[in-house]
């Protein structure tokens, strides 16, 4: 199959690309921006730029500057990872870049798809859309976004809803729950506190500590996503992919104590605007559609964590 994947080069999207190829016999074609943390994605490609242009092909581009015409060319199907993460950065001026690269590139990019033959849409959304709620949350359960971010990406998924029943592209939504692992963003939790803890530094715990999320781990993660490639009765479904463990920050902290065998300081940074006290995947419909099951612990893949950033850090790629 010819697989198009956006955000390529991100922490997700790298290894995606990593996974499809490994897999299967197919041509990925690869497009980033590389918008920002330009050496820390170069890094990620480091594996892909290995694969002969006749598997790999990586356009270093932003999708709305891009032709996509051209390289929508013969897809079979696109995952669309390309997007503005991170809740935090969400306010302010900056919500720009979130319906830039949210919501406006998404427009463009199911524009550009329009009448052609492709098998599946896959649209990266994430559980900020969810907002507060109790317990396991189903997809059925009503999005009530707590951020900017979270509502720039329920647009996101709403655009698609749309092409999909007029434009009949056969979309898939798929809402992650914290993604943690090898490559993680520099700006999300677990690499900070680890690069934090390396440093001997104290860890700036937002809220109380005790917000409790559904972690996921990357292989997990990008398991269920490659999934959806050749499952049957997913067109138009929205499906929660979650991890194998809830933990609050506390209980990370003190994972990562036992697993550094460092001392682990806090300190208090404020109360976080915009983030929900709790998440919890409710990943039965995963299960049923995709086969999916998470399987790596929170003691294993925060070891595989410290391991990237410890030689992340040695080579000074920041
Ligand atoms: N990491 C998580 O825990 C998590 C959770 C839920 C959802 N998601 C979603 O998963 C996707 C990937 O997240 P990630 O953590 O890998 O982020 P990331 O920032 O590492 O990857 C996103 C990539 O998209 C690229 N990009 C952004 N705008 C672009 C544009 N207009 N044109 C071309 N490239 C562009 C960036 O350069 C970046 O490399 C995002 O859509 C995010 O909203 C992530």
């Given at each position: 199959?010819?697989?198009?994947?956006?955000?390529?080069a991100?922490?997700?999207?790298?290894?995606?690309?990593?996974?499809?190829?490994?897999?299967?016999?197919?041509?990925?074609?690869?497009?980033d921006?590389?918008?920002?943390?330009k050496k820390?994605?170069?890094?990620?490609?480091?594996?892909?730029?290995?694969?002969?242009?006749?598997?790999?092909?990586?356009?270093?581009?932003n999708?709305?500057q891009?032709?996509l015409?051209?390289?929508?060319?013969?897809?079979?199907?696109?995952?669309?990872?390309?997007?503005?993460?991170?809740?935090?950065?969400?306010?302010?001026?900056?919500?720009n870049?979130?319906v830039?690269?949210?919501?406006?590139?998404?427009?463009?990019?199911?524009?550009?798809?329009?009448?052609r033959?492709?098998?599946?849409?896959?649209?990266?959304?994430?559980?900020?859309?969810?907002?507060?709620?109790?317990?396991?949350?189903?997809?059925?359960?009503?999005?009530?976004?707590?951020?900017?971010?979270?509502?720039s990406?329920?647009?996101?998924?709403?655009?698609?809803?749309?092409?999909?029943?007029?434009?009949?592209?056969?979309?898939?939504?798929?809402?992650?729950?914290?993604?943690?692992?090898?490559?993680?963003?520099?700006?999300?939790?677990?690499?900070?506190?680890?690069?934090?803890?390396?440093?001997?530094?104290?860890?700036?715990?937002?809220?109380?500590?005790?917000?409790?999320?559904?972690?996921?781990?990357?292989?997990?993660?990008?398991e269920?996503?490659?999934?959806?490639?050749?499952?049957d009765?997913?067109?138009?479904?929205?499906?929660?992919?979650?991890?194998?463990?809830?933990?609050?920050?506390?209980?990370?902290?003190?994972?990562?104590?036992?697993?550094?065998g460092?001392?682990?300081?806090?300190?208090?940074?404020?109360?976080?605007?915009?983030?929900?006290?709790?998440?919890?995947?409710?990943?039965?419909?995963?299960?049923?559609?995709?086969?999916?099951q998470?399987?790596v612990?929170?003691?294993?893949?925060?070891?595989?964590e410290?391991?990237?950033?410890?030689?992340?850090?040695?080579?000074?790629?920041?």
């Amino acid at each position: 199959m010819k697989i198009l994947v956006t955000g390529a080069a991100g922490f997700i999207g790298s290894q995606l690309c990593e996974r499809l190829l490994q897999t299967g016999n197919h041509h990925v074609i690869g497009i980033d921006g590389l918008i920002n943390e330009k050496k820390i994605r170069l890094r990620n490609l480091t594996h892909l730029i290995e694969y002969d242009e006749s598997r790999f092909q990586f356009y270093p581009i932003n999708l709305l500057q891009a032709d996509l015409n051209q390289l929508l060319q013969d897809v079979d199907v696109v995952y669309h990872l390309a997007g503005m993460p991170g809740v935090r950065s969400s306010w302010g001026n900056d919500f720009n870049f979130y319906v830039e690269n949210n919501i406006l590139a998404t427009q463009k990019l199911l524009e550009a798809c329009r009448g052609r033959s492709l098998k599946k849409f896959i649209y990266i959304s994430t559980s900020s859309v969810y907002g507060e709620k109790k317990g396991r949350v189903p997809e059925s359960s009503l999005p009530q976004p707590l951020s900017p971010y979270g509502v720039s990406k329920l647009t996101g998924e709403y655009l698609c809803k749309v092409y999909y029943k007029n434009e009949g592209i056969p979309i898939v939504i798929l809402r992650y729950f914290t993604v943690y692992g090898p490559r993680q963003r520099p700006d999300m939790a677990f690499h900070r506190f680890i690069r934090k803890i390396m440093e001997g530094q104290p860890v700036p715990v937002y809220g109380d500590g005790k917000q409790t999320r559904d972690f996921t781990y990357i292989s997990d993660c990008v398991e269920g996503t490659a999934s959806v490639l050749e499952a049957d009765h997913v067109i138009g479904e929205t499906i929660n992919i979650g991890g194998l463990e809830r933990a609050s920050v506390l209980d990370i902290l003190s994972i990562l104590k036992d697993l550094t065998g460092q001392p682990v300081q806090t300190v208090f940074a404020g109360e976080p605007k915009g983030e929900p006290k709790h998440t919890w995947a409710d990943t039965r419909k995963a299960k049923k559609l995709l086969n999916y099951q998470p399987k790596v612990s929170l003691k294993t893949g925060l070891k595989h964590e410290i391991a990237d950033l410890k030689l992340l850090y040695k080579e000074k790629v920041e």
